[in-house]
């Protein structure tokens, strides 16, 4: 009997209840979600398209690489998408009258202590952008940093990859560039030094040095300007050095440098001015024996 009374009680809780009015309350706020949806999409799409226009007169004022450009757009899109999404949820939450203090201060709390797990991975990708952006290097560069040189292969936003001259391939992260030597911007330079003997005359073998330079320039792009004879460099022990400098295309100088030793061990062998090697002497020591 009591519980045929509960029941009723029930019954007649649910008949006073306002269906009416709850059915209003839930379509008006599926009508504001789908409303803050369509905000969404739209201003996701307003700002993507922005950031490629952007990215497109970036490209072309700046005369930055395609894979440069489509990283650092790339990069941009996700952080704009992000935000977006943090923003539609935080929203909804608000429509759907749950607190969203507690969940933002817990989602600071959880940030925190991933960021502090992740200092590293952050500080890779922060450089990383600023490399990209400030274009300090690019894919076939030749650089040197830390103790790592060659060309680069890739430039990421965590590591940036350099192939070495004995094909080793290092990967970097882009927190332990703490500075780079980029060898590829501009003209570089070609030095050889090279000695002759203290007996041959200095001034001669300067002006063959210097004729042979000349030959030389008229029949190779790669330098722009020289090759030039400074003079004595240095007085060895053995020989007086003379330097020769030249300015080249980048990544040209090692094949200039060895064209012009080439050229003037044949010019001084035709001038007959030496080139001065290390020399062994054996001295053989005879025993003589003497008979009583």
């Known amino acids: 009997m009591q519980f045929l009374l509960g029941f009723n009680a029930i019954g007649e809780r649910l008949a006073e209840f ?126 040197t940093t830390g103790s790592f040189s060659g060309i680069v292969e890739q430039v990421g936003l965590r590591t940036t990859q350099i192939r070495g001259f004995d094909g080793t391939l290092h990967y970097v992260p882009n927190r332990e560039i703490t500075s780079i030597s980029n060898h590829t911007r501009g003209n570089m330079q070609a030095i050889v030094d090279i000695g002759i003997s203290y007996n041959d005359n200095i001034d001669q073998a300067i002006t063959v040095l210097q004729e042979t330079c000349d030959q030389i320039a008229s029949g190779d792009d790669n330098i722009v300007e020289g090759p030039n004879v400074l003079g004595v460099q240095t007085l060895g022990s053995s020989d007086v050095v003379l330097r020769v400098i030249a300015k080249t295309k980048n990544m040209e100088q090692w094949g200039v440098e060895r064209k012009l030793r080439k050229a003037f061990k044949e010019a001084f062998d035709a001038n007959g001015i030496e080139i001065p090697y290390p020399h062994q002497v054996n001295v053989e020591m005879k025993e003589h024996s003497t008979s009583n």
Request: glycine letters at 12%.
């Open 18 to 143: 306002e269906w009416g009015a709850l059915m209003i309350k839930v379509g008006l706020g599926a009508l504001k979600i789908l409303a803050i949806y369509i905000v969404f999409l739209i201003v996701r799409a307003l700002g993507n398209r922005i950031i490629e226009k952007a990215f497109t007169k970036y490209e072309q004022k700046e005369n930055v690489s395609v894979g440069r450009a489509q990283t650092l757009q790339h990069l941009t899109k996700n952080i704009l998408g992000y935000i977006l999404i943090f923003v539609f949820v935080v929203t909804v939450l608000q429509i759907l009258t749950i607190d969203v203090t507690a969940i933002i201060a817990g989602a600071g709390i959880v940030g925190l202590a991933v960021g502090f797990g992740a200092q590293g991975l952050v500080s890779d990708v922060v450089t990383g952008f600023f490399i990209l952006l400030e274009k300090q290097i690019d894919v076939g560069d030749y650089v």
